[in-house]
């Protein structure tokens, strides 16, 4: 029973467009969501993160929208860059418990 | 930002023998570490929850006299793998929560990763 899904396995994008990476979650006790970007052979490092109370986040090329009566929240890069080529990862959490994790986008950014 | 360590980054052994991974938070205090590990192209597993000076809380599956966790310090967690087999190749990577009110109390803040091949 997965409560954090990424569909899309993988996602490629033009650089200097918007890339949109998108995240489901079913379970409605979760109140904090992050996203993560991982290289290959290294551990994820922290992006950006929302809170419930919130709807929008943003930090520089990096805007996380979070839908809470669909369980949906997205991750916005623009402009994308071949640097932002990478695995995203989705996660989320409640009462402190650990994250939960989605199976990751693969971002591939064309020049 | 915060930083976590991990040593080694990278470990060939043979099958039958023990491995231990340490995780180190660098700059701060961490009372809580996780344990995860990620199969190729799927998501990170969380293994065990690891609290300083207290027993880890292992996930559903996962062995706990197999993959021994101790937290000695709030600074350093070990995860040893015992009598390692091919299966438990895998990339092992360990998190750190901070105990300060600073970064917020649901980031944890991940290590570099450690790939283990066992032969």
Known sequence: DQQVKQNSPSLSVQEGRISILNCDYTNSMFDYFLWYKKYPAEGPTFLISISSIKDKNEDGRFTVFLNKSAKHLSLHIVPSQPGDSAVYFCAASFFNTPLVFGKGTRLSVIA | ?119
């Open chain 2, 1 to 119: 930002g915060a930083v976590v360590s991990q040593h080694p980054s990278w470990v060939i052994c043979k099958s039958g023998t023990s491995v231990k991974i340490e995780c180190r938070s660098l700059d701060f205090q961490a009372t809580t570490m996780f344990w995860y590990r990620q199969f190729p192209k799927q998501s990170l597993m969380l293994m065990a929850t690891s609290n300083e000076g207290s027993k880890a809380t292992y996930e559903q599956g996962v062995e706990k006299d197999k993959f021994l966790i101790n937290h000695a310090s709030l600074t350093l967690s070990t995860l040893t793998v015992t009598s390692a087999h091919p299966e438990d190749s895998s990339f092992y990577i360990c998190s750190a929560k901070s105990s300060a009110g600073s970064g917020g109390s649901y980031e944890q803040y991940f290590g570099p990763g450690t790939r283990l091949t066992v032969t």
